[in-house]
């Protein structure tokens, strides 16, 4: 497949980095929940690459479920108001969750939503993210599995979109400035 790279100042991570870093990361979700009731639950709109990707790693009764929470309009920067867009089928009472996340930014969502299903009586509440952007972060929230640590720049591709457009990209990369500064 052919992009116009002239959108991207840089790829700052690969499509087989991704692959080998979502097999890490799955390898040490299933040693630490071996045994155990978990429940993935994907972040739409965003999350679904990593989680299609992440989930097809994991054993066959792992259950996923999906939930949208947005604090981003159609912008590059997060509002810092979260709202429930889509919420759970799934009962949280006893179950070990694992919020997938494509990228954790300010940290403002992430905390809010670890706060809203810990109420919901979750045996467990932990955090696997693709992305992670230490100096964009406003709230300091505990990651257990983290695929990469990134600059603070506006990434698009594998979920992660400008208005929509980028999600299909199989890797990640900074979007150039041009375009969305117009």
């Not at 979750?122 to 230490?134: C, D, F, I, Q």
């Amino acid at each position: 497949m052919q992009y116009d790279m002239t959108d991207f100042s840089k790829v700052l991570v690969s499509e087989n980095d991704i692959g080998r870093k979502l097999d890490e990361m799955a390898d040490a979700i299933r040693r630490d929940y071996e045994g155990q009731d978990l429940l993935l639950v994907g972040v739409l709109k965003g999350a679904v690459m990593v989680m299609a990707d992440l989930a097809r790693r994991m054993p066959p009764q792992v259950q996923m479920d999906w939930m949208a929470v947005s604090s981003y309009g159609s912008g590059t920067k997060s509002s810092g108001v979260v709202r429930i867009l889509k919420d759970l089928d799934a009962d949280l009472t006893g179950r070990h969750v694992l919020i997938v996340e494509d990228i954790i930014d300010s940290g403002v969502t992430l905390s809010w939503l670890l706060g809203n299903l810990r109420a919901r009586g979750a045996a467990s509440v932990e955090v696997a993210a693709l992305l992670r952007k230490p100096k964009a972060a406003v709230v300091d929230v505990p990651v257990k599995y983290i695929g990469f640590d990134i600059p603070n720049d506006f990434v698009v591709g594998y979920g992660l979109d400008y208005a929509e457009n980028y999600r299909t990209l199989p890797f990640v990369a900074i979007l150039d400035p041009k375009v969305y500064e117009g």
